[in-house]
């Protein structure tokens, strides 16, 4: 059986490549049918927010990126409650169906995932 | 499946230490790397969340990353060379670098 | 045990000598590195052309060094490298760069690379930042 990976996103979309490159990471593996979960944390959740504008920084738009995660066989996406709160995003519409968890579920996520990176 | 959590930057500058300590399971450990061996400076609120963590939680830190920093390791922590960092990346089922 | 070790630093970060470290420290240990796999600023770690100073630490020679003292399976990851100026002679003359600053034992390839070594491997680590 094939392990499953985390992979914890914690950085906004405008800090350069890295963020996209960690969700390249979560692509390639939903590529080879790997079970993978992405899990957004800290600044990561801002990559969640709806009407971001890359084309402001002529930067790609990491929308669509994100939402062929499902395509990619990427389908597990959580988010921390505690970092949406922490940054006002509560209650703000996000861009994926992503589960929000607080701090006790997230330990239980990364237990239940053979491996995780976190970048 | 207990994680070994493996930090290497400053928590003074960084939040990285804040959010692992919010994710640790009841046996995962935490190896501190780099600078963020500073977590251990003494008389700083960084030692003291590291030493409020359960005691079912190991605490490790990079020996080489502490005689850098002309730190040494407080009870609560053990200071580890290369061979043990090795072993104990088998000794939990998996290594989470907060990268 | 079968590592799969990922390096995210430069050459000049001390994870990058961390890395190396821990990766030697493996082998020592009796242990197999299934893989190094050279991600994001990692890629930097790879360049042949990074020239230390005299009296300080060549950690891009090292690894060189290490990767063929081992004969171990070196990976950088192509998009990275391309996006960082990293380019094997192939690369550089598909996309007409002046010059080459990747060689063996390094191999460009893409991330399939890391998730199949973290397949294989018992244990994935990986070393960035400071």
């Known amino acids: 059986m094939s392990k499953s990976m985390l992979i914890i996103s914690r950085q906004a979309p405008w800090a350069g490549p890295s963020t996209r490159e960690a969700l390249d990471i979560a692509l390639a593996g939903g590529a080879f049918d790997l079970p993978l979960g992405l899990l957004f944390l800290d600044d990561g959740v801002f990559q969640l927010v709806a009407g971001q504008q890359a084309a402001a920084l002529q930067q790609k738009d990491l929308t669509a990126n994100l939402q062929a995660l499902p395509l990619f066989g990427v389908e597990e996406l959580f988010v921390s409650s505690r970092s949406l709160t922490e940054r006002g995003l509560i209650d703000a519409q996000l861009i994926l169906p992503a589960v929000e968890l607080d701090d006790h579920a997230l330990a239980q996520l990364l237990d239940r995932f053979d491996q995780v990176v976190t970048i | 499946m207990a994680t070994l959590h493996l930090l290497s930057h400053s928590p003074f500058s960084d939040s990285r230490l804040a959010s692992c300590l919010r994710l640790l399971g009841p046996d995962d450990g935490v190896l501190l790397s780099g600078d963020a061996v500073y977590a251990l400076q003494p008389g700083t609120a960084q030692l003291q969340a590291l030493e409020l963590m359960p005691a079912s939680i190991a605490l490790y830190a990079l020996d080489e990353d502490l005689q850098a920093r002309a730190l040494s390791a407080p009870a609560r922590a053990q200071a580890i060379d290369y061979p043990t960092f090795v072993e104990l990346c088998g000794h939990y089922a998996k290594v989470n670098s907060w990268l | ?130």
């Open chain 3, 1 to 130: 045990m079968k590592f799969a070790i990922a390096l995210f630093a430069p050459s000049h970060a001390p994870s990058s000598r961390r890395a190396l470290r821990f990766a030697q420290a493996t082998v020592d240990g009796g242990h197999e590195i299934v893989r190094l796999f050279f991600y994001q600023d990692g890629v930097h770690s790879a360049s042949s052309n990074v020239v230390s100073p005299q009296d300080e630490l060549d950690l891009a020679g090292e690894w060189r060094n290490f990767v063929q003292q081992h004969n171990l399976d070196a990976v950088v990851c192509i998009a990275a490298a391309l996006r960082r100026g990293v380019l094997n002679a192939e690369e550089a003359q598909r996309y007409g760069r002046p010059a080459a600053n990747l060689d063996a034992p390094w191999e460009l390839s893409g991330l399939g690379q890391l998730h199949e070594a973290a397949q294989m491997a018992d244990r994935l680590v990986c070393f960035g930042g400071q």
